[in-house]
């Protein structure tokens, strides 16, 4: 049981926009900033959103963050078919003094 | 752009230690401030944060491991390595070391090294 939870799946079609959602509490999201990191099959995780809304040099400006309260979430507009991977939120949890990750949502792109 | 490599034995015997070396290049271990991190991944599921060391020598572990972990930091050559003790088949996973620039931001990470726990 991972301490954020996200939607184990998501799909979408060519073109679309699609989000993803990470919720935690107040030790986690709610006090600290939210990571995302995608995770194409067979690779290791790659940091797409840092610091709840920014992109690392070379990520599109199809993929966005937010966060409010103690929730956070991805958007990808304009779906791709090499969109299609694992999507893993985290965050740094205060009670836990160490990085707290989501369980991961596989976006299908059908 | 730094690189991050794993290396160390892909099978390890039950109740045995697992050791790993994440070598580091394109920029010093003691420069700058970094926590350099270990972090693995079981078959099908998520990630799982096992600790990390600071560029100062100090660490952290995660509650859940910590009796069974220590990571160490080698700046002559460039290294920082994982062991875990008294390893069971709950260990086997991909284990990754990666670069954390602030608390949960990992933007470096190595290929990733499998390693299963078997007799």
């Known amino acids: 049981q991972s301490v954020l939870t996200q939607p184990p799946s998501a799909s979408g079609t060519p073109g679309q926009r699609v989000t993803i959602s990470c919720s935690g509490s107040s030790s986690n999201i709610g006090s600290n900033y939210i990571y995302w990191y995608q995770q194409l099959p067979g690779a290791a995780p790659k940091l797409l959103i840092y610091?709840?809304?920014q992109r690392p040099s070379g990520v599109p400006d199809r993929f966005s963050g937010s966060k409010s309260g103690t929730s956070a979430s991805l958007a990808i507009s304009g779906l791709r078919s090499e969109d299609e991977a694992d999507y893993y939120c985290?965050?740094?949890?205060?009670?836990?003094?160490?990085?707290?990750f989501g369980g991961g949502t596989k976006l299908t792109v059908l | 752009q730094v690189q991050l490599q794993e290396s160390g034995p892909g099978l390890v015997k039950p109740s045995q230690t697992l050791s790993l070396t994440c070598t580091v290049s394109g920029g010093s271990i003691s420069g700058g401030s970094y926590y350099w991190s270990w972090i693995r991944q079981s078959a099908g599921k998520g990630l799982e944060w096992i600790g990390h060391?600071?560029?100062?020598?100090?660490?952290i572990y995660s509650p859940s491991l910590k009796s069974r972990v220590t990571i160490s930091l080698d700046s002559s050559t460039n290294q920082f390595s994982l062991k875990v003790t008294s390893v069971t088949a709950a260990d086997t996973a991909v284990y990754y070391c990666?670069?954390?620039?602030?608390?949960?931001?990992?933007?470096?990470w190595g290929q990733g090294t499998l390693v299963t726990v078997s007799s």
């Open positions: 985290a965050a740094w949890d205060d009670s836990l003094s160490g990085p707290v």
């Open positions: 610091k709840n809304d």
């Open positions: 060391i600071y560029t100062s020598g100090t660490t």
């Open positions: 990666a670069r954390d620039r602030d608390y949960g931001d990992y933007d470096s």
